[in-house]
């Protein structure tokens, strides 16, 4: 049975960083194309970036150029780094496959950015 789990979430003010981690455990991570996803309150959840199985990323226009996401084969671990981060931003965390066929999601890691 696949496991996600995410971490690095928090309370940053508005221009501020944080690094997401997602810990794929249950799988054979190097094949899968992986997205990070985020639900604000009262939002449906949304695709924020991908990262192909090769490496190739894509981001959706919001947050291209303070977003990178990355990958660690070895450590079967998913990463998001978020900087100028703004209120727009705040959300529930989520990692999963690109694709439709989606594993069960995990707890997810609270971003609140606020002054």
């Known amino acids: 049975q696949v496991q996600l789990v995410e971490s690095g979430g928090g309370l940053v003010q508005p221009g501020g960083s944080l690094r997401l981690s997602c810990l794929i455990s249950?799988?054979?991570?190097?094949?899968?194309?992986m997205g990070w996803y985020r639900q604000a309150p009262g939002k449906q959840r949304e695709l924020v970036a991908v990262?192909?199985?090769?490496?190739?990323?894509n981001y959706i226009d919001s947050v291209k150029g303070r977003f990178t996401i990355s990958r660690d084969n070895a450590k079967n671990t998913l990463y998001l780094q978020m900087n100028s981060l703004n209120a727009e931003d705040t959300a529930v965390y989520y990692c999963?496959?690109?694709?439709?066929?989606?594993?069960?999601w995990g707890q997810g890691t609270q971003v609140t950015v606020s002054s």
């Open positions: 249950g799988t054979i991570f190097h094949i899968h194309d």
């Open positions: 990262i192909s199985s090769r490496g190739r990323t």
């Open positions: 999963n496959k690109e694709q439709m066929a989606k594993w069960a």
